[in-house]
């Protein structure tokens, strides 16, 4: 049972648009989420994350939407880059009850962006 | 420089051996974690360790084992009772307390199973 789905497995983009990257997740429990990059045959490296206090998170090109009614959420970048082009995870977490995130990330299947020059 | 440093990047073994993979990170992150990756399938939690000499199943335990003797170590043991081992495994470790969610991922290692 896959709590966090990533259901476009790739996405391609021109250069200097937006690329878009969609996310749900089942589990209402979950309360904070990250997205993370990886480029083939290394490790993912942490992009920006959200909590289920705010609906937006912005740093730079890259902004996470949080929408908790429809258990869904997405990664903007703008504009992007051909640098951009990786897999993005989205994964999930929970708090526990002494305000920090549980040590237990939950991962989606991953979308393949490509950013053509 | 800080990190996680994971070996060997590749390895191959025959059905029926028991092969570890190495994870080292001088972070002095608390909690260390090891994922599978396999095509389709994102990133699945194996096992994981908040302390010293404590770790937690995750996921997809079976056919694996963990030691956390070091802080700064958490070696991965995949046994020949694991059914599908060919796999892409990534080491991570993160802060215990007062985490923010952020894991620090090693580069991987490749297994291949002959």
């Known amino acids: 049972d896959q709590q966090v789905k990533q259901n476009s497995p790739s996405l391609s983009v021109q250069e200097g648009r937006i690329s878009i990257l969609n996310c749900d997740y089942t589990n209402s429990m979950f309360d904070y989420f990250l997205w993370y990059k990886k480029y083939p045959a290394e490790g993912p490296t942490f992009l920006i994350s959200?909590?289920?206090?705010?609906d937006k998170n912005e740093d730079g090109r890259f902004t996470v939407f949080l929408n908790k009614s429809a258990k869904h959420l997405s990664l903007h970048i703008v504009p992007s880059q051909p640098g951009d082009s990786a897999v993005y995870f989205c994964a999930a977490s929970a708090f526990t009850s002494n305000g920090g995130a549980t040590n237990k990330l939950i991962f989606g299947t991953g979308t393949l962006l490509a950013v053509q020059p | 420089d800080g990190g996680i440093t994971q070996s060997p990047k590749y390895l191959f073994r025959k059905e029926g051996q028991n092969v570890t993979l190495s994870c080292e990170q001088n972070l002095n992150h608390d909690a260390m974690y090891w994922y599978r990756q396999d095509p389709g399938q994102g990133l699945r939690l194996i096992y994981y360790s908040q302390i010293v000499n404590d770790f937690q199943k995750g996921d997809i335990a079976e056919g694996y084992s963990v030691s956390r003797e070091k802080k700064e170590s958490f070696p991965l043991t995949v046994t020949s009772a694991q059914k599908n081992p060919t796999a892409f495994y990534l080491c991570a470790s993160t802060k215990g307390t007062g985490w923010t969610g952020e894991l620090f991922f090693g580069e991987g290692s490749r297994l291949t199973v002959l």
């Open positions: 959200i909590s289920s206090i705010k």
